[in-house]
């Protein structure tokens, strides 16, 4: 029989066609994987077995008896934690539990942006922010970083110069602490700086904050969010990093008046319950031990991996030792095509991501 053939009924604009998963590579440095042996399995199991025990029941409703913005406890243990690390002071109100930060990604873009708009961005950044802008068809705007993150002159330029020619930029995007891919954390006086510009051009922050409980020495600035005197920062963050991504909970913070017009955009009628639940019976009372245990073990691959490279490649690999985080970013010498190198090594059974991904 001839198979059915899909392809001309197709929607138009799609994304090319998925490849078929092989398996990760034999040495996978790409995707943000956490450590396996740092997922505290055990205490996942107790917490799980309590919370069904106590409140299985309530399973039978859709978002359980805490509404469409994900399960309560949780939501409580983040505004709680927020305050604590980020100086974020926000109810549980304020909090919108969504599957994995990606999901905070596209509510945050479907409630600002249409094709042709323009966005600001740190000129390197995730790949997954990158898509979607590339995507829906908007003009995102690079600013170059240094060894303090996003380099405000050039954000201040870049900012005028959309002024110049009639544009409003929808949002500035950042990832201030622990950036991807380089790893800088921007400084509490570029933080006030990017705030004053934001302010005075009428263009709001979107603060991408995953990374922030993954320093090695703990300190961290204040959130942007906190920082903000007139509300008009989102931020969102996400536990894949530090506990586990396959359990897809992220969390986005904002304003009534923004949060209530991403909320009817999140179609799927609330994110799986079961590690909502699992996340706000563990962490209360285990995250923040947890945390600082999964650090020592990042910071001791990072270091394997620093010397492997210092070894094998010597001057020809440049890094920074970041100050936190699951990623190094390498700079090979100018000759060196990343987009060849890539394949050769995955040949060799090593994933890397190279630059211009
Ligand atoms: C900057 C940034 N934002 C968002 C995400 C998405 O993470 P998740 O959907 O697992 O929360 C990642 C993942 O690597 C990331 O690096």
Redesign the pocket.
């Known amino acids: 029989m001839t198979p059915f053939d899909f392809a001309p009924l197709l929607a138009p604009g799609l994304p090319a066609a998925a490849a078929k998963w092989n398996g990760l590579a034999q040495y996978s440095f790409v995707g ?1 994987n956490n450590d396996p042996d740092h997922v505290p399995v055990d205490r996942l199991i107790a917490a799980m077995t309590a919370v069904l025990q106590r409140e299985g029941t309530t399973l039978a409703t859709y978002g359980l008896d805490s509404g469409p913005q994900g399960y309560r406890p949780l939501r409580e243990f983040l505004a709680a934690k927020l305050r604590r690390t980020a100086g974020i002071v926000c109810t549980a109100d304020e909090i919108l539990i969504v599957s ?3 999901q905070a ?1 596209d509510l945050v873009n479907g409630a600002l942006l249409a094709r042709g708009d323009s966005i600001i961005t740190e000129a390197e950044t ?1 790949q ?1 922010s990158l898509n979607r802008w590339a995507r829906l068809g908007v003009n995102a705007v690079g600013i170059p970083l240094d060894r303090d993150g996003m380099r405000m002159d050039a954000l201040a330029s870049a900012l005028d110069d959309l002024k110049a020619r009639g544009v409003r930029a929808k949002y500035i995007y950042t ?1 201030p602490t622990v950036q ?1 891919p380089t790893g800088t954390i921007l400084t509490e006086a570029r933080r006030h700086e990017m705030l004053r510009l934001a302010g005075q051009h009428g263009v709001p922050i979107f603060e ?1 904050d ?1 990374y922030s409980d993954l320093i090695w020495d703990g300190k961290r600035p204040p959130a942007l969010y906190s920082m903000s005197q007139d509300g008009g920062v989102i931020h969102i963050g ?1 536990f ?1 990093k530090s506990i586990a ?1 396959a359990l897809r909970v ?1 969390y986005i913070v904002a304003p009534w008046p923004i949060l209530s017009r991403m909320l009817p955009l999140k179609t799927d009628a609330g994110s799986g319950a079961l590690e909502q639940m699992v996340l706000g019976e563990y962490c209360p009372q285990h995250f923040d031990a947890h945390v600082p245990e999964l650090n020592r073990g990042l910071r001791k691959k990072l270091e394997t991996l620093m010397d492997a490279l210092n070894e094998q490649f010597g001057t020809a690999a440049e890094f920074d030792d970041p100050k936190g985080g699951i990623f190094l970013w390498v700079k090979l010498p100018d000759v060196v095509d990343t987009m060849k190198l890539y394949k050769s090594a995955l040949a060799a059974g090593v994933a890397i991501n190279p630059g211009p991904e």
Do not use: E, F, K
Request: with cysteine.
């Open positions: 943000g994995g930060s990606l990604l995730y997954g990832v991807n991408d995953c996400s894949s991504p992220g």
